[in-house]
């Protein structure tokens, strides 16, 4: 699956780079709740509080509206700005991130969206945690109370977990690069070793993301990042393609 997502970005980033398209793609179906954001000026950053608030009143829309092929995405900054445009089409998508989200954060909010009824229910989230100096145990045993949480709440869901994905290391221009480099990615790969022994004992999908990001080094690969954390278009490119073809190959489509 591997060659096959890094083939696809290729060739999404030959047609982006020439303003072509080179296989016809369906009408979007992206849910799009129409919720008022605050202007609160272009410097001016919205709260915790009023992220959460925001959430609250887009899946409640979405619970209202009940779209069809309800996919939610769940998670830190990473999530939050997926451009929705390069969201895999065919899905009505609900975007649950917040900047600088921890596990604990998100565990204490995912009673917002409660009354809606996904299909799939994609999770990202500790590169915060780590960089706050949460231990892997605090993180795992988070994980774990989500993922208890959504299977609950959500029984008729497919969750996904998805892996922690690299840093850019030493070439890393974040603000907060001192602290990102007290987080080894050979950390963050055992971490995600045992996110996936943690899913698959608890009957939930686990989406491999780390690899398709890396370079020899095993960093994260420049051109798929901004800043050394967070993703450049071409990142979101790839992330679009392995969750479409996981979609397609490990999801089972429902009636």
């Keep these: 699956m591997l060659a096959v997502i890094l083939l696809i970005w290729q060739q999404q980033r030959l047609s982006a780079f020439f303003g072509i398209v080179t296989s016809p793609e369906p009408i979007s179906r992206n849910f799009s709740p129409e919720i008022a954001t605050p202007d609160l000026g272009r410097h001016h950053q919205l ?115 998805q892996s922690i994905l690299p840093h850019g290391a030493e070439e890393a221009t974040w603000k907060g690069r001192d602290k990102l480099l007290t987080v080894a990615n050979s950390r963050i790969r055992e971490l995600n070793q045992q996110l996936q022994s943690l899913s698959t004992k608890k009957g939930v999908k686990y989406l491999d993301l780390y690899p398709l ?34 979609s397609e190959i490990e999801l089972k489509p429902q009636r």
């Design 47 to 161: 709260s915790y509080q009023q992220w959460v608030d925001i959430l609250m009143q887009e899946a409640k829309v979405a619970a209202d509206q009940r779209p069809p092929h309800l996919t939610i995405l769940v998670g830190d900054s990473l999530s939050l700005w997926f451009p929705p445009e390069l969201l895999p089409e065919g899905k009505n998508w609900l975007n649950q991130g917040i900047s600088g989200e921890t596990s604990n954060g998100l565990l204490k909010r995912l009673e917002i969206f409660d009354r809606t009824q996904p299909e799939v229910i994609f999770v990202m989230i500790g590169i915060n945690d780590l960089i706050r100096g949460v231990s892997d145990r605090v993180i795992l045993d988070n994980q774990r109370q989500i993922i208890n949480y959504l299977r609950k709440n959500h029984p008729t869901a497919q969750i996904v977990v």
């Design 213 to 246: 990001f890396t370079n020899k080094q095993g960093n994260l690969r420049r051109e798929f990042t901004t800043d050394g954390l967070h993703l450049s278009p071409e990142g979101y490119i790839v992330w679009r393609s392995a969750l479409q073809i996981y």
